[in-house]
């Protein structure tokens, strides 16, 4: 059994920092890549940032320059450090992890952004 845990999302006012962490545990083959996505009401869940072992990262254009995403290989972990956060980056903000076999999602943390 895997488990995926994300905390650390909350309110903040537009052009303030959030910083996400998610935590990978239980029976994990070869992960090959961590990352976030997100999910607004009425849209589509999209991916935000991701990261794989070797250290190499994508970010939707959105997010870029904004987002930075980080990753401890030792502990399972992926971060998403959030600054400038715009109202449009509201959103329950999922965490995946890609193994060689299957991907596994945590239950999502609400990311709210005040203007």
């Known amino acids: 059994q895997v488990q995926v845990v994300e905390s650390g999302g909350g309110e903040v006012q537009a052009g303030g920092s959030l910083r996400l962490s998610c935590a990978a545990s239980g029976r994990l083959f070869s992960i090959n890549a961590m990352g976030w996505y997100r999910q607004a009401p009425g849209e589509q869940r999209e991916l935000v940032a991701r990261?794989?072992?070797?250290?190499?990262?994508n970010y939707a254009d959105s997010v870029k320059g904004r987002f930075t995403i980080s990753r401890d290989n030792a502990k399972n972990t992926v971060y998403l450090q959030m600054n400038s956060l715009k109202a449009e980056d509201t959103a329950v903000y999922y965490c995946?992890?890609?193994?060689?076999?299957?991907?596994?999602w945590g239950q999502g943390t609400q990311v709210t952004v005040s203007s």
């Open positions: 990261i794989t072992n070797s250290g190499s990262t």
């Open positions: 995946k992890v890609d193994t060689i076999y299957l991907g596994y």
